[in-house]
Nanobody, 116 residues
Framework: QVQLVESGGGSVPAGGSLKLSCTFS???????MAWSRRAPGKKFELVAR??????????YHDDTVAGRFTISRDNKKNTLYLQMNDLHPEDTATYFC????????WGRGTQVTVFG
């Protein structure tokens, strides 16, 4: 059974950094995973994806975060990460992790607020 717990959010000034973590269970290392976000009044938005080991583990980052955010994964620790640098106020959102395809039950997410 898939379980996901996001953490690491917070409130930071523009230009600051945060590293989000997603501890997961019930997910094979061969499955692609992703970070998405939802800002108030906006649609769910894919932020980044990392392919499973069987697909080479490549990554994709949305144009809005490319060069600032980096997705990574530690399968030994069953943890997905999102390093976020040079944060902008428009990055303010609740961030969620999940499988890239056929998502499992969603976690509560972690709130990121960028001020200034």
């Amino acid at each position: 059974q898939v379980q996901l717990v996001e953490s690491g959010g917070g409130s930071v000034p523009a230009g600051g950094s945060l590293k989000l973590s997603c501890t997961f269970s019930g997910i094979s290392e061969n499955r692609a995973m992703a970070w998405s976000r939802r800002a108030p009044g906006k649609k769910f938005e894919l932020v980044a994806r990392i392919n499973g080991l069987s697909e080479g583990g490549g990554t994709y980052h949305d144009d809005t975060v490319a060069g600032r955010f980096t997705i990574s994964r530690d399968n030994k620790k069953n943890t997905l990460y999102l390093q976020m640098n040079d944060l902008h106020p428009e990055d303010t959102a609740t961030y969620f992790c999940n499988l890239f395809t056929f998502p499992g039950p969603w976690g509560r997410g972690t709130q990121v607020t960028v001020f200034g």
